[in-house]
């Protein structure tokens, strides 16, 4: 117990001892208040001590290097030795393609394997970070795109080498009532710089296929954009400091549709610019609030995480998705699809649809994951490697070995066939003559 917060206490009695043992206070109604005073005083006492041990009790203490290193030995034997292993070895670009039409191969028409919390092993509880082991399981899986929760904590017992700086955007792993339960944490600089490594070396068969990132914003655990916004700025600012190490892949460019970035061209990226053209290409989805980082007060901070952005997916039910014209990318609950009187087919035919669940860390049934596909959804996050291989195989079987699906064809973009000028008919020719232009005549 706090030493400065029992002081006053012990300060108190001792003043009050002497005063009860003076000679002078013989009156018994001043010595019944002074009993009166130390009993109040002793019951304040005896409270501060049983809110101490309870909170000790309640409130585990962060774990230490030496228990996370423990614990981080378990998961990475556990994900060598589990079964089954998921392996996946067929290709994008030799296979699943071949039997998709030419006017069909565009990123609006595929559905990647996508995975929620990357880098994380183990259960929800006490698991732990490991990105080395995670992302040669992950791209060995077929894993290709990947949610990556965003937030900051301020908690200055979380500190290095367990956690990134309190106050630094960073992934945790957190229950529905937002309490961290890993052992550590994982800055975005880590997974950018493990992606990098080990996406050119595992999986030969994958090796030129796209990436897609999800950097979400966790909202609940973010200075408020509008309250707070130049700390939200910052915080953009951070997220885009760590991005540049991806620079040489990213998608930035459109040729004649201009700029790629700062979700200006999304429906051209989804069905203008080929799979082909996306070879190798790492793209990246935010909901942050990208523009307001733009504004002249915060010119100042660079860089600018619009500049680094494809797509800005916004929030979309189906109780209004009806009633608008939906254009760019969106995110829905995976819940409200199945059931629902909406043609998600026709609104996720030039739209990317991202489905998440309240509870993210628990995996949806297979069938309603198949019926989402079916439905034309594109991405739905799946906690892969916090949950045991044999429970996530039946619903990484629906992908058959490859990092994506085709669209059902009822649900697919195609693109029309391109405007070719008639030939003119000979009824239409004005010449008056074949060795005269049309509309000239001879004068004699």
């Known amino acids: 117990m706090s030493s400065t917060f029992t002081e006053p206490f012990t300060r108190t009695a001792n003043s009050i001892g002497k005063t009860l043992s003076s000679p002078h206070v013989d009156n018994k109604i001043t010595k019944t208040i002074v009993l009166g005073v130390i009993g109040v005083l002793f019951i304040i006492l005896l409270a501060y001590l049983i809110y101490s041990v309870t909170q000790k009790a309640v409130t585990p203490p962060d774990a230490s290097p030496a228990t996370v290193a423990m614990v981080v030995a378990t998961q990475v034997s556990s994900q060598q030795t589990q079964t089954p292993q998921l392996v996946a070895a067929n290709s994008l670009y030799n296979s699943l393609l071949s039997s998709v039409p030419a006017n069909q191969q565009y990123l609006a028409n595929i559905q990647p394997l996508t995975a929620y919390l990357p880098g994380y092993l183990g259960p929800l509880q006490s698991g732990v970070f490991?990105?080395?082991?995670?992302?040669?399981?992950?791209?060995?899986?077929?894993?290709?795109?990947?949610?990556?929760?965003?937030?900051?904590?301020?908690?200055?017992?979380?500190?290095?080498?367990?956690?990134?700086?309190?106050?630094?955007?960073a992934m945790?792993?957190?229950?529905?009532?937002?309490?961290?339960?890993?052992?550590?944490?994982?800055?975005?600089?880590?997974?950018?710089?493990?992606?990098?490594?080990?996406?050119?070396?595992?999986?030969?068969?994958?090796?030129?296929?796209?990436?897609?990132?999800?950097?979400?914003?966790?909202?609940?655990?973010?200075?408020?954009?509008?309250?707070?916004?130049?700390?939200?700025v910052m915080c953009m600012q951070k997220i885009a400091t760590s991005l540049k190490a991806i620079h040489m892949y990213r998608l930035t460019n459109l040729g004649p549709y201009g700029s790629a970035v700062g979700g200006h061209n999304e429906a051209a990226i989804l069905t203008q610019t080929t799979?082909?053209?996306?070879?190798?290409?790492?793209?990246?989805?935010?909901?942050?609030?990208?523009?307001?980082?733009?504004?002249?007060?915060?010119?100042?901070?660079?860089?600018?995480?619009?500049?680094?952005?494809?797509?800005?997916?916004?929030p979309l039910s189906s109780?209004?998705?009806?009633?608008?014209?939906?254009?760019?990318?969106?995110?829905?609950?995976?819940?409200?699809?199945?059931?629902?009187?909406?043609?998600?087919?026709?609104?996720?035919?030039?739209?990317?649809?991202?489905?998440?669940?309240s509870d993210m860390s628990s995996p949806p049934s297979p069938s309603l994951v198949s019926a989402a596909l079916t439905s034309g959804i594109h991405s739905i996050p799946l906690p892969f490697f916090m949950t045991p291989n044999a429970t996530m195989k039946p619903i990484w079987d629906i992908w058959q070995g490859y990092a994506w699906k085709i669209k059902p064809e009822s649900a697919?973009?195609?693109?029309?066939?391109?405007?070719?000028?008639?030939?003119?008919?000979?009824?239409?020719?004005?010449?008056?003559?074949?060795?005269?232009?049309?509309?000239?005549?001879?004068?004699?």
């Not at 792993?173 to 600089?189: E, H, P, V």
């Not at 997974?191 to 050119?200: A, E, H, K, P």
């Not at 790492?282 to 500049?307: C, G």
């Not at 000028?421 to 509309?439: E, F, I, K």
């Open 172 to 232: 945790v792993a957190r229950d529905n009532n937002g309490t961290i339960q890993s052992l550590n944490g994982m800055s975005l600089d880590t997974i950018l710089g493990n992606i990098v490594t080990y996406r050119s070396s595992e999986n030969s068969s994958q090796l030129q296929e796209p990436i897609i990132l999800y950097i979400h914003a966790d909202s609940a655990h973010l200075p408020d954009p509008v309250k707070q916004e130049a700390a939200y």
């Open 275 to 314: 799979l082909q053209d996306l070879q190798s290409k790492i793209l990246i989805f935010t909901n942050f609030n990208t523009k307001v980082q733009l504004k002249d007060a915060y010119q100042h901070m660079e860089p600018v995480l619009d500049e680094y952005v494809n797509f800005i997916y916004k």
């Open 412 to 444: 697919r973009y195609t693109k029309p066939d391109p405007v070719v000028p008639a030939t003119p008919s000979a009824a239409m020719n004005a010449r008056v003559s074949s060795d005269l232009q049309p509309g000239q005549t001879s004068v004699l």
């Open 319 to 357: 109780s209004n998705s009806g009633s608008i014209a939906a254009t760019g990318s969106r995110i829905v609950n995976l819940a409200d699809i199945s059931g629902s009187q909406v043609n998600w087919a026709d609104q996720a035919r030039s739209v990317w649809y991202l489905a998440t669940q």
């Open 130 to 169: 490991v990105p080395e082991t995670y992302f040669l399981k992950a791209l060995q899986a077929g894993i290709r795109a990947f949610f990556i929760p965003i937030g900051l904590y301020t908690d200055d017992n979380k500190q290095p080498p367990n956690f990134p700086l309190s106050g630094t955007p």
